[in-house]
């Protein structure tokens, strides 16, 4: 069975740079998967990414990826090797679980509120200027924001802090350079150290907000010290770039479709439609990667155990055997709900998913009621196959 691999078509990693979604529908009607160049598979259909993602013949891949890049130790490494995303099984769920309870904990009213003050504050500062990079201007701002209200992060501390998590996850866009690698690290050092303190903070105070009542979950889980700091690190990560990339995303593709954007503007109920809608055409995270510990069949085919496996969130929310029409925005379409794989699925499922959903939601919310004449100056480019994507500069204008 294993000769069949060498027919299943490999894919280069210049071809997905140059225009992901177009690969993947080139190869998706005839293979469940193809072979990166560089290494890996990648899964291809909306039902194998979705069944595999609770599959556990993939594992997570521990520290295989920082090995890899020649990494052995430093704040980096200790984020694969200490953190949640990376484990497996017990200690995955042990390193979870306080995570996932302090959050349940939060009021996510009280979290919606801050973010409309945020996102206003954030269009105020532009506003007399009639136009805004939404990127830099609002798109990171927002999910840095979130998260300094969620970790009672100082307001002297902004802007060093947003600084500092910017240049840590600069090591997880495809390809960094030495340069970018070594700054991650630096920046990655500091923002350990700097999470320490506010946690000293947290302790010293008796608070009761969600570092307090996190520590507290921590300590009934027995987490080391280093454990507890890297879980919070993981929520810097994987609640920044991918709110950012879809922020961005949503706002380009609703001022593509004027009728859609106006509809949004006098119906708030439709948020949320335009943000699954958004999320499935790009979504913030490209997929998730396996490691492979048995072959797997798809479709007649043999995906071989021992494999870095990509399941591609990109292809499949582009399925036409799920999404009719799939390269259109339609926030009306009746599948919506399976958008939801751009979270992921299984075990490792976004811990966060409803605090990632209200900063789209509130996000959206605050530039359809500011700004409802906001029209497109340019549309960006949208790149990244792996892990988290990114969105090039992107004008947006407004009539003061
Ligand atoms: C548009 C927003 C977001 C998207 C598309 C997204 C997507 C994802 C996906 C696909 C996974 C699964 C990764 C895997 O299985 O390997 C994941 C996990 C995770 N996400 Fe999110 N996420 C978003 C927002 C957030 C936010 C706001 C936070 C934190 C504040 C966050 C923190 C995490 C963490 C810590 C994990 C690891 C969970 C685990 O391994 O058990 N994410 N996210």
């Known amino acids: ?36 160049d560089t290494g890996g598979s990648i899964v291809l259909r909306h039902d194998d990414v979705a069944r595999l993602m609770s599959d556990s013949r993939l594992q997570a891949t521990d520290i ?12 980096l490494y200790d984020i694969f090797a200490h953190g949640m995303l990376t484990a497996n099984g017990e200690v995955h769920a042990r390193r979870r679980s306080a995570i996932s309870r302090a959050l349940a904990n939060q009021v996510l009213d009280r979290f919606r509120q801050h973010l409309r003050q945020a996102a206003t504050a ?21 999910p840095i924001l979130a998260l300094a209200g969620l970790l009672e ?17 600069a090591f997880f866009r495809p390809n960094p350079s030495e340069d970018a690698v070594a700054d991650a690290e630096t920046a990655a050092l500091r923002v350990r150290n700097y999470l320490d303190a506010l946690l000293a903070k947290a302790e010293a105070n008796q608070s009761q907000g969600f570092l307090a009542q996190y520590l507290r979950f921590a300590e009934d889980d027995e987490l080391s010290r280093s454990e507890v700091l890297v879980q919070i ?18 706002t380009v593709q609703l001022l593509s479709h004027p009728d859609q954007w106006r509809s949004v503007c006098a119906d708030p109920t439709l ?12 979504p913030g995270i490209a997929g998730v990667v396996r490691v492979s510990v048995q072959d797997i069949e798809l479709d007649g085919w043999t995906l071989p155990a021992g494999q870095l496996v990509l399941l591609s969130a990109i292809s499949a929310l582009r399925d036409d055997r799920v999404f009719d029409r799939p390269d259109v925005f339609d926030m009306l379409r009746p599948n919506l709900r399976l958008t939801r ?12 998913e409803a605090m990632g959903r209200a900063e789209l939601e509130e996000g959206l919310l605050i530039l359809a009621e500011r700004l409802p004449g906001l029209e497109l100056e340019n ?18 204008r407004w009539e003061r």
């Open 233 to 250: 690190i993981q929520l810097i990560i994987g609640g920044t770039e991918s709110v950012r990339t879809a922020l961005i995303a949503q």
């Open 341 to 352: 794989l751009a979270f992921g699925g299984g075990a490792h499922k976004c811990v966060a």
């Open 122 to 142: 954030l269009i105020d500062a532009s506003y007399e200027s009639g136009r805004l990079e939404l990127a830099s201007g609002y798109a990171a701002k927002l």
């Open 153 to 169: 992060v100082p307001d002297a501390d902004l802007p060093a802090f947003p600084r500092d998590v910017y240049a840590m996850n």
């Open 271 to 282: 948020v949320a439609n335009a943000v699954a809608e958004g999320m499935r055409l790009e």
């Open 64 to 75: 295989a990826m920082p090995v890899q890049a020649g990494i052995t130790e430093g704040v």
């Open 379 to 396: 549309v960006p480019a949208f790149q990244g196959h792996m892990f988290v994507r990114k969105a090039g500069e992107c004008w947006v």
């Open 1 to 36: 069975m294993l000769d069949n691999i060498r027919t299943i078509p490999v894919v280069s990693s210049a071809d997905l740079d140059a225009d992901v979604h177009s690969t993947f529908a080139r190869y998706r009607s005839s293979f469940p998967f193809v072979t990166l």
